[in-house]
């Protein structure tokens, strides 16, 4: 009896410390779509790197993606030359899509702020 009650004891415990680590990965999520939304793409870029290097989530490595294409091509001297071939946004698509191949744009549903 001692046995169930020290192992309920302690599922409770890793269960209470686990909601306050979950709730403040999903913030970082929630605030790097924000930023991203509002075409702060180097916030973005904080957030969701942050988010991501804890959770490999589809939708936040192809946000990731995107932001870091944003700032890389707004931070360069050329303008608008094509940046899709750059290794760090290439890498966070090819995450994107490994871990869902059906991740895009219209599945993330960037049109509104949740």
Not at 7 to 21: H, T
Not at 81 to 90: I, P, Q, Y
Not at 104 to 112: C, G, R, T, W
């Amino acid at each position: 009896m001692q046995r169930i009650a020290a192992l309920f004891f302690a599922v409770l415990v890793v269960v209470l410390f686990s909601v306050p680590v979950l709730y403040a990965q999903e913030e970082l999520f929630q605030k790097g779509r924000s930023a991203y939304l509002k075409k702060d793409y180097s916030t973005a870029v904080k957030y969701l790197s942050e988010y991501t290097s804890r959770k490999p989530d589809p939708e936040a490595l192809y946000l990731l993606g995107y932001a870091n294409y944003e700032v890389k091509r707004k931070g360069s001297s050329r303008g608008k030359k094509n940046f899709w071939g750059d290794s760090e946004t290439t890498e966070y698509f090819r995450g994107a899509y490994l871990i869902d191949p059906k991740v895009s744009a219209k599945s993330i549903d960037l049109k509104q702020e949740k």
